[in-house]
Structure formats: C-alpha cells, structure tokens
C-alpha cells in the first residue's frame, strides 16, 4: 500500500532539528545546515548515506540524522522501472551540472549528472548492480590495505544481496535487502537485441552469463544483473535499506530532506557558533559526522570546512584548517557517448508513444500482472572491451579478442591489470520522442 492509501515517508523540516544533538549524522550535501557535534550525522542520504544510516540505526541506543539535499519522493511511478530510468531529467531527482574546461577535452564543458533524492543516483540510473573486476579490488589490496582484496570484500557482497537468480551460489547472497535479477525479457521482444549479440559473438565476443562472478571474464557480452524486485519495481538504496517501513519504526533515526549543509563547525565545546543566517540551521554532534556526499559533495562539505588545497580555499576567503591538495582536484569520470541506429518503431520502446490506447494496455498489464513494456529496464546488455583493442577497422579488435581469449583459458582474469575492461557499450532502446518519428512509417532511433 503507497501514500495516500498508507503513511507517507517521513521527513522532517531542518528547523525540526535545529540546535538539538544526534550520536551520529550522515550528510547528503552542502547546503544551509551548520553541523557541529552530534553522536552521530550521516551527511547525505544517497547510495551510500542510506546504507550506512539503515546500519546504525539498528542500535536503538545511539540517535541517528540523516541530512539530505533533496526530497524523499517515494512514489509508485519513482519505482517503475521504465519511467523512473532518466538521468536527464528532473523529475525523480535528477539534476545536471556542467563540468569546469577539460584540458584532455579541447576545454570543452561536459554534463554531469546525479540524483540530488533520498538514494542518490540510485533513484535514476538503469539499475545495474556490478560489482567491478577483481583486480581492480585486488589492485587496491596491493596498494597497502589487504582488507580492500576482493576475497576480503566479497563476504560483504554477498550479505547485501538476494539474488533471484543464483539461490544456491557462494557468491551471491539469498537474504540480503538488495534484491537482484537478471532480464532477458528484451533478448526476445525486440530482434535488434538478438541481431546485436549474434554480430558481438561473431566478432569473438563471449557471452558471460554472469559478469559478478569472481572468475568471470572482463572482456565479452554480459547480461547484466538489475536491482529489480520479483514484482518488477526498481530496488534502489532507499528501498533496500531505508524503506518506509525501517523509517517509520526506528524512533532514533531522524530523515532530514531538502537540508544542504554548508559548514561543518569542530569546535572544543559541546556548542555550535552563534552566528545566524536567514533559514541556516545547527545542530549538535556527540560522537561522528559521516560525509558521504559523492565524488562532487564530498570534497565540496570538506572544503567548506577549510580542508582542501590552500589556493583554492584563500581564493574563495575560506579559512584552510587542514591544507590537503588532494580534495576535489583528482576526480575522473565515465564518459556516456550515445550511437544510434536507425531501426522500426516496433523496436523501440517508444512503440507505445504511437498509441494511447496500447499506453492504457501496457499499464494494465504492468499494474496488475507485473508484465509489459513497463516492467522492462532500460538496459540490461553490454559488450566490454579494452579500448587499446579497438581501431578503425574491427579487424584489429577480432584478433586481440581471440589472443585475450586464449590468455584467459590459462590465467585468472584477477592477476594482470591488462584485463582491465576500459569501454563498455550499454545497448538501450530509444526512448527520446526528440530523435525520433511518431508519424508513420514510424522510425527510433
């Protein structure tokens, strides 16, 4: 049952937590909340924010808050996993920043894009859960902290997960709170799918059931994992650890929307600073500050607290408590670069946008049976390759694909850094009525 047929998700207004104290608080993002000594405050209610909130508050004994930037939005169309998969837009949480001149780029400004809600970006992404190579982790463990290891970590991966598909596996969990499948409802639905993996495979591309298994090759044709409930709902952060339900019955976690939070004061009293701003808010910390506020919030929280490279916090009249170059200066991203190909409308799913009356049958069939156009991700296929391997002929990209496979048959993928997928090519039909005809003969892109 969903608001307004139950209780709406908790939230609470920053002046409904201003000057009182928490054990722990875990903070989304800057905004106009002075934090200063609370037993504990989680900064940021994103993917990781909610987390580790849903962690502490298992002990009744000790306050948690919860500071986000952006709203709960906990809504049946924020669950659908059709609608609810677009980054672009703002709908459930979605914003858009442009990235300073990148030197390697031309100086050119790219988008970048996040979910400013309670579950960060894991609200608005396609739903992938990958756990990444395992030499990437073991890279790490070699670095200095063996805990890192992927032997070490795949313990915790496994008590997150239930996985719907592999029950009885060592490496996949059956009573965790993040519920995973795999979808291959869209191999059969559209042919372009079909036709896609067929050219992949003949180019020397191997499939890989499953791209989280430990010994499962870097380099070939996954079919993904989604965190996807059995009825078809999309099984975000918020979800899976801090639903409704755990919001709702701990008395000691407190769920602080629409808070940005602009300074983190260390004082040596229990007191937070008397200066007072219009709709600036404080409260009090007794044991941590937890700042889990993205690549981006994060190192803008620390560097609003003074603690970053000296020049960039004198530019802005910050006082540098902590001079620490490395804050906010060695950031890197994916790049998203979209191909498209000409195909029928049939093969898209916008095939419902040509038709009202198949929009109403499809979210019959979505409502009450769980099945449809609706139910289906956006993404669920994508071939990984190195891309030292690729040139303008795809010749050169068959060749190294069998010499990589005949290396693979003899040594684990975890031990050489060369097997390290760089591009991945994520296959989704078009969705954008902007780069498409929805008159006949009806064309996506």
Known sequence: MWWPLGKKYPECHPAQVDSKTYDFVVVEFPNSLWVSQLTSVVVSGGTAGCTLASRLSENPKISVLVLECGPANDTWLSRNPLISSDPTRPTFGATRWKSEPMKYCDNRRSGVFRGEVLGGTSRINSMIYTRGTAADYDAWASLGHS????????????????????QDSTYHGNTGPW???????????FQAYRAFTDCAKSMGFIAIPDCNA???????????????????????????????????????????????????????????????????????????DIVCS??????????????????????????????????????????????AWEVPAAESLLSIATSPLKIALELFKYIFFQVGLFSIPVQTLAPYVRS???????????????????????????LSSCHFPRVEWIISTNRNSKTCSLKPPYSAF
């Open 214 to 288: 430990p010994g499962a090759p870097p380099e070939g044709v996954a079919t993904h994992s989604l965190t996807l409930s059995k009825r078809r709902e999309r099984v975000s952060s918020l979800e899976a650890f801090l639903p409704k339900k755990i919001a709702l019955e701990r008395r000691n976690l407190t769920i602080c929307t629409n808070t940005l939070v602009s300074r983190i004061v260390f004082t040596q009293e229990k007191g937070l600073s008397h200066r007072k701003f219009e709709n600036t808010y404080s409260v009090k910390v007794n044991k941590e």
């Open 179 to 189: 519920i995973t499948q795999t979808f291959t409802y869209f191999n059969w639905l």
């Open 147 to 166: 805990e890192w290891s992927y032997e070490k970590l795949l313990p915790y991966f496994v008590k997150s997960e239930t996985s719907l598909d592999y």
């Open 294 to 339: 993205s690549a981006i919030g994060s190192p803008q929280v620390l560097m609003l607290n003074g603690t970053g490279p000296r020049e960039s916090l004198e530019e802005h009249g910050i006082k540098v408590v902590h001079d620490l170059p490395g804050v906010g200066s060695t950031l890197t991203d994916h790049y998203s670069i979209p191909v």
């Open 388 to 414: 030292g391997m690729i040139r303008e002929d795809s010749t050169g990209l068959v060749e190294k694909l069998r010499r990589n496979l005949l290396i693979l048959k003899v040594t684990s993928p975890t």
